[in-house]
Each structure stands twice: as C-alpha cells, then as structure tokens.
C-alpha cells in the first residue's frame, strides 16, 4: 500500500441534494483525510479544460452544462491507495451498475447525473490536484 492523493468533486447535483456531509461522512469513515477543499462554481472554460480528455466524446458539451449547472466542493483526500478506495466508495460511473451501498448507487440519478468526481490513476490524479490546487497547495495533517 501507498499513501496516496485523490481528487474528489462533489458535482453540482450532489451539492443540491444537501450530499455534502454524508459524502464527506463516507469518506472519514472509511478512513480517508481531507488534505484541500474549496466550494466553486466552474466556468464553462474550467470545465471544458477539467474534462479535456472526453471532449471527442458524444456527450461532452452536456457534460459541460451540467457541471456548470450550480456550485461544486472540490477536494483532496489523502490515505493509503486513496485513489483506488475513493474509486470503491463512489460506485461506478453507470448508478444502475454500481455496487450497492456506493455513493452513486445510493444518490446518482443517471450515467451523467452521478453526485462524485474522482481521479481514475497517479497520473490524472497529480494533474487534477494541480489544476485545482495548484496555487493554494494542500493543508498537510499535521495532526
Ligand atoms: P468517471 O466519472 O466514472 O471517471 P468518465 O468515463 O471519466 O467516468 O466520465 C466522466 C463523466 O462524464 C461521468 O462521471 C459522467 O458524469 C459523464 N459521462 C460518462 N459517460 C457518459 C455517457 O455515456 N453519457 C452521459 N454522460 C456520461
Ligand atoms: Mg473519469
């Protein structure tokens, strides 16, 4: 196991749904820290460039709308194969096929509509971590 970073959104319908403290709840429960967070509304150019790598994609400029839509919670989490675990407690992207008791099983309404952003590998997760916090750095634990 490595002690890794993650980045997490909480989107834009999971902030309407009231989601913020059950999420953040998941989260410290399954032992998780919150090292960043920050309440934002994207732009459409921040969202654009966030999803970059879907911007071929059919579903892109919706996307783009819906992440826009209202008020997001970014934010870092940090722990031992943090990545791979805030993957686990999210569910898949698709909430009809996540495994129950997951945060998009339980609250996502559609393959879009889906409550929670994460990092998908090391790699994604150091350059979402800098695109968010890039400027500000993260609060390390120090206790
Ligand atoms: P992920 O969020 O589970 O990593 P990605 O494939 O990276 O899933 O897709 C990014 C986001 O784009 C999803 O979380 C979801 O909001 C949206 N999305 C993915 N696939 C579709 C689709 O087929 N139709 C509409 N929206 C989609
Ligand atoms: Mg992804």
Not at 30 to 43: I, W, Y
Not at 60 to 77: A, C, E, K, R
Request: glycine share 8%; proline share 4%.
């Amino acid at each position: 196991m490595a002690v890794e970073q993650t980045l997490s959104i909480i989107k834009p319908d999971g902030v309407q749904k009231n989601l913020v403290g059950e999420i953040y709840g998941r989260f410290e429960k399954s032992g998780l820290q919150l090292v960043a967070a920050r309440m934002m509304h994207l732009t459409s150019e921040q969202a654009q460039s966030f999803y970059a790598v879907h911007a071929e994609r059919p579903f892109f400029s919706d996307l783009v709308s819906y992440m826009t839509s209202g008020p997001v919670i970014v934010q870092v989490l940090e722990g031992d194969d943090a990545i791979v675990r805030n993957r686990e407690i999210m569910g898949a992207t698709n909430p009809a096929e996540a495994d129950p008791a997951t945060i998009r099983a339980d609250f996502g309404e559609s393959i879009e509509e889906n409550i929670v952003h994460g990092s998908d590998g090391v790699e994604s997760a150091i350059a979402e971590i800098a695109f968010f916090f890039g400027d500000d750095g993260v609060c390390p634990r120090t206790r």
